[in-house]
DNA sequence: CTGTTAGCGCCTTCAA
DNA sequence: TTGAAGGCGCTAACAG
């Protein structure tokens, strides 16, 4: 059942040393030689240990980077350091060692000076979470074009030459979003979308998924109303109040970004005779009690902490392959309040 | 920041041997040597490279065995297989080889022979998806006084001292279908609940939970009403028709197990002013199916393919700590239409 | 009770 | 272009 290197040498008349070099396709083999080897290792059936191939693979050490900008929610962060200290437990013993860099602002200069400063320490691979700006584009290219493996996780970069990305698809988790809220709300009734910041790519994608879905199942642009919650608490509470007092009927809320506590806040200091139903993304603690109270109707999440740890992992097979598996895109998780029981 | 072995013993002044018996606890150490051990292991922060342990470890070869009783769904066999396929290949590397036994009763002595049988062959742990009889119940016992793991997955055997259950927690994967069809159903309406065979408690079990969700959310016992699939298509079809015939006003149907697809066919096949919503169990591809075109509104998922897939690798724990994390509860997963596209 | 040593299977350097 | 050999860090058997 088991095959080894050594037994494919022998069945071969050569030396491991030669199967090593035709299996990892190193060169230096006599052409008739390594025909010899590869029917040996078709006739073996010969799979390379993972094991132990980690293991003396583990005497190359190298450095990766974990780098990020920080948000507003303290949780979020949370998530993502301890998705990059998951990685680098299980990193270390394949001799990885993991560096973090956050960053303030979505300012591109920082992110460059963070990612030369980083380079300056022996990194030699980077995950990363910046915002989509054309000098962080370049100088993602050019890493890349140095053979360093970049892989961009949770806010892709898809202009730049990025090893691959890891995250949600976001227009696909606005329309499962859309798509529960078509089931939720009948003919007739509303639904109002708040959206970040319009000029923000990320949060236009959610909406424009969730308004493709809403029409998919026959309902009318009179139907719902955007606002936007600039990503402010206030702003997304004095908005509620306004269309809450303009419109009646509306039985849905659509919160494609945070702060969805000024939505759930906003809907327990007013009361309405028919409660409308919220769904939004990202489970924060607060927004889970928001669910269990049953303010909330479903969370739509997207493991964050999954995005930084398996980014991580990645890279590691890609300094073992050159390359690594086509990027991932991540799942669109539901949840509702009897998830949490 | 990479301490082996070696570098304990140095700085303990003892060999690696004797280290290596501390931190496996194999006794035989004096209790002073111990202590310096001890020390030098917080000191130095040693933690154990589990690659080069797995490595050394896989020269004691193991036989395990996953055993299961088919299906009618084809589908469904098919992903329990996939998932003790994917797990051979991961666990071949740790000198661990699987066999496959499969039953074609729910027999407890077809059971009982099978778990036998591999016991001559030298098996020396099971994952095991089995009715939930006394005597499967006991053999388990047996199996688990010889020190031998088993693993119970999909199914759970608890009266048994199973070494852990890897599975969905049936109960709550009701109530998640019954908070789904709360919030679909609104006053007034009704809704129709299929249990497939009233003496199995496993499908009891989701059914419990679906009705207490339903009246936590204030529903009325009037709202609802309960039928026998008896796991047949034709009697669910027939079911159905005589239901919808009596009654009017259903806006939603529960199936908690299969045949879904007789629920489908009788949506497709009768049209209604409004069609009810159907939340179901278990993503067949026919049910995928049903839930693109629209005639299904939520599937709720258990991953039977990481079920078997994670408890053999659980096995493998379980030879190497004696025992393993205390079973793993896997998640409910929620689906709607526009997850799959 | 403790130290020594021969692997586990693969990768990599160094000679030849 | 090839073979030989020395690790990677840990386990387990054996000798003392």
Redesign the interface.
Known sequence: ??VTLEQVAKYAGVSRGTVDRVVNKRGNVKPEVEQRVREALKALNY?R????S??AY?KNEKKVCAMFQKTDSEDYNAKIMQGIHDAKKEL????I?VEVAICNTSDAGEFIRKIDAMIQEGICGFAIKAPSLPEISEKIDSLVQQKMPVITFNSDIPESHRTCFVGQNLY?SG??A???MA??VRPGEKIVIGCGIPQYNAHQERVD?FVY?LKK?GFQEEQWKVFHTNQNYDVTYRCLEEIFEEEDNIRGIYMSVEPNEACGAFLEEHSFLQHP?VVCHDTAPETIEYLKKGVF??IIDQDIYMQSYYSLLLLRDAFRNGTCDSGKVLG????????F?
Do not use: P, T
Request: hydrophobic share 35%.
């Open positions: 059942m088991k799979e240990n993972k094991i132990a980690a293991l583990s270390k013993d394949f001799g060692s696909q329309r499962v859309g798509n529960i089931s939720l998924g879905e199942r139903y109707e479903y669109v998780n539901i949840y509702n309040a009897a998830c029981e």
